[in-house]
């Protein structure tokens, strides 16, 4: 039987809730669907991701955000996920289920448009930032973050590479960059350890100086580690009655959407002005703010959710 303690560790396990100050509006009732999800198979999950602009068709006016496609990877080494005939929603991002023990490849294109709004690519040596570079970060992982070697020219959770879209223009040499740099894709590969423990965490670019605008644009998704009662249970029939519980995964993205229908990232001077902005006396907000970039795994206490 499950215990006190045991039930409020399943409630909150996983929730990781930030920016309690925020509003939540949600445009309209739609149906809380599971992000699409992706598991690794026999050690290994290996994937193409594209990094890429794309309409954003939960939201109103279904504005345009930059989004993660990905699939596993195509055996005919293209750079093109299969479409399928449903519209998936990219924007509620991608899950990556993995075990301990795995190895994640993933070959990661940069399909971004450049940014001219970016406020850092106004700085002195920085101007490199407006072409849009992109990397790879495992938020919250116990990886390594290995550099290629001869016999591996891969790279581990690595944010010291920056990928550039080739379309964008070449960036000008800069010792400001701290990385290394390469053109179109990049192909990381991280060994999860045995030890790893199990738990909820998520990926976002982390390229220094733009990873705010990619972000707040749609740029993340969830990885899981193991199962839920790996972490909550202590026996056999704690883990018996948590494998029969519904999990609902959530991302939260920091997306603003004023009337003008054009996303808004924290380096537009405007972005702050709707923090913390609450409905009072009947009048709504003036923009939808959809906070928080962290992801949440929902377990419900009842069925139906
Ligand atoms: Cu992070």
């Not at 954003?56 to 699939?71: F, H, K, N, Q, T």
Request: aromatic share 6%; proline share 8%; glycine share 8%.
């Amino acid at each position: 039987m499950f215990t006190r303690r045991q039930i409020w560790k399943v409630l909150c396990a996983g929730i990781v809730l930030i920016g309690s100050n925020s509003t939540l509006r949600l445009s309209y009732g739609a149906e809380l669907r599971e992000p699409i999800r992706l598991s690794s198979e026999n050690g290994i999950l290996d994937l193409l991701m594209i990094a890429k602009a794309s309409p954003i068709y939960s939201l109103p006016s279904a504005p345009i955000g930059w989004v993660y496609e990905i699939c596993k990877r195509p055996q005919d080494g293209s750079e093109a996920c299969p479409q399928k005939s449903s519209r998936p929603n990219l924007y509620g991002g991608t899950l990556l289920h993995l075990q301990k023990g795995d190895i994640l490849r993933i070959h990661l294109v940069n399909d971004l448009p450049p940014v001219p709004d970016s406020e850092h690519a106004s700085e002195p040596g920085h101007e490199f930032l407006e072409l849009n570079p992109t990397n790879l970060h495992t938020h919250g992982m116990l990886v390594a973050p290995r550099r290629p070697t001869e016999s591996n020219p891969t790279y581990g959770d690595n944010i010291f590479v920056l990928t550039f879209n080739s379309l964008n223009g070449k960036p000008a040499v800069s010792p400001h960059m701290h990385s290394d740099i390469r053109y179109d894709f990049t192909d990381y590969e991280i060994k999860i350890p045995a030890s790893h423990p199990s738990g909820l965490f998520w990926f976002h670019p982390h390229a220094h100086g733009i990873s705010l605008n990619q972000i707040t644009a749609g740029l993340s998704g969830i990885i899981t580690v193991g199962d839920l009662s790996d972490y909550v249970c202590k026996d056999r029939a704690c883990s018996s009655l948590v494998s029969q519980i519904r999990e609902r995964h959530m991302i939260l993205k920091d997306t603003q959407l004023p009337p003008s229908g054009k996303i808004q990232t924290p380096e537009d001077s405007d972005f702050c002005a709707g923090a913390g902005m609450t409905v009072r006396r009947g009048k709504a907000p003036a923009m939808a703010k959809i906070i928080v970039m962290r992801a949440v795994r929902i377990i419900p206490a009842a069925s139906g959710l």
